[in-house]
Each structure stands twice: as C-alpha cells, then as structure tokens.
C-alpha cells in the first residue's frame, strides 16, 4: 500500500473509531496510549522493544484493546500478529508520524469537548505562550545568525586592512614615482660645480 493510501486509511478508521459509540473518555485513554507507543517507535527506531506490543497485557487490554477496531488501526501502521504480540515490522516512519500528528489532534478535540470555561481560557494562554516563545526564538536565531554574518564581514574586512598595511610595507612602498624636473638653476649649478672642479 503506498503512503497516501495508509495515511487516508488510517485516518477514515480513526474517524470511524471516534465516531463510534465508545465515550469519550475510552477514545481519549485509547488515543493518548496509541499516540505514547508510536512516538517511541519514531523516537528509538533501531530498539526492538518500542516495535512489540503484548495483546494480553491487562492495562492494554483494558485500555487500548477495548477499542475493537484498533488491531486493525494497528496493522494499518505495519504491525503484524506474532504469537500474543502485534510487532512493527514497517519501515516508513513518516506513517508513523502522520498517524501520531492525526492520533494527538483528535485526542485533543474529545478533551476540549469535556473542558469548563476557565480551563479553556487557560489553554489558550498557555497557547498562546507556546507561540510567543517559538516567535522569541525564532528571532532569537535570526538576530544570532545576523550576528555571526557581521562578525564574519568584520573579520574578513580585518584581513583585507592587514593585506593592504602589508602592502604598503614592501620595496615598491619606498619607490618614487612622478616626473623629476631640472630647473634653470639646477643646471647653473652643475656647470659650475664642473668649472670649479
């Protein structure tokens, strides 16, 4: 299956899922436990313990695998069956990702359907902090690189200073250039040192 077929697939079962009659609080324990396992697969992609996932564990049981669909989610995303284990055997990660991305945003719209007013607002202070910051920093490496460009032109415009003092140190520095005239009076002089001598 190519990647955009996963990712449409993947993504009409997690809505299919959602829309489903499981509450709200059994799709949001399911997501944020299915979000947890493949973000330590795209974290540690070479260990082997991130790939496997026991399907008689009690907890995933009960909290992951009481969404009926999710096996079939899982072999979506490359898992296969192996004795009581569903193991990762693929290797595009970027389905991966695209499935965490999906998995964390819908997780995050069943959460905000069940949050008061208070706690609303201080999500998106908290938001809004998240970006302030990203901006900040954002700047802050502009201005950093900006930095680094001038000192570079500095430095660059030191050694040309010291090539041209060098220049101007050398034998063609002490040499005379222009026109050397003789006066009227340079060659009286001469003739009489020559009379005199």
């Given amino acids: 299956m190519e990647l955009k077929d996963t990712k449409n697939s993947v993504e009409k079962l997690i809505l299919q899922?959602?829309?489903s009659s499981y509450s709200d609080e059994t799709l949001f324990q399911a997501f944020q436990i299915l979000q947890k396992i493949l973000q330590n697969i795209l974290n540690n992609p070479t260990e082997e313990k991130f790939k496997h996932i026991k399907k008689t564990n009690a907890t995933l049981?009960?909290?992951?695998?009481?969404?009926?669909?999710?096996?079939?989610?899982?072999e979506l995303l490359d898992f296969t069956h192996s004795g009581d284990h569903l193991v990762f055997t693929?290797?595009?990660?970027?389905?991966?990702?695209?499935?965490?991305n999906f998995i964390h945003n819908h997780a995050e719209r069943i959460r905000n359907r069940h949050l008061t007013e208070s706690e609303r607002e201080e999500l998106?202070?908290?938001?809004l902090l998240e970006?302030?910051?990203r901006e900040f920093e954002h700047d802050q490496r502009v201005r950093e690189e900006e930095i680094k460009k001038l000192k570079e032109l500095m430095e660059c415009d030191k050694r040309e200073q010291a090539q041209r003092e060098k220049v101007g140190d050398s034998h063609a520095a002490h040499l005379e250039f222009g026109a050397h005239t003789v006066t009227w009076h340079d060659?009286?002089?001469?003739?009489?040192v020559q009379q005199t001598g």
């Fill in 17 to 19: 899922i959602e829309g």
């Fill in 61 to 74: 049981q009960k909290s992951l695998f009481c969404i009926k669909e999710m096996e079939a989610l899982l």
């Fill in 90 to 100: 693929g290797t595009h990660l970027q389905e991966i990702q695209n499935a965490v």
């Fill in 124 to 127: 998106e202070k908290e938001r």
């Fill in 131 to 133: 970006e302030r910051r």
């Fill in 187 to 192: 060659i009286q002089a001469h003739q009489n």
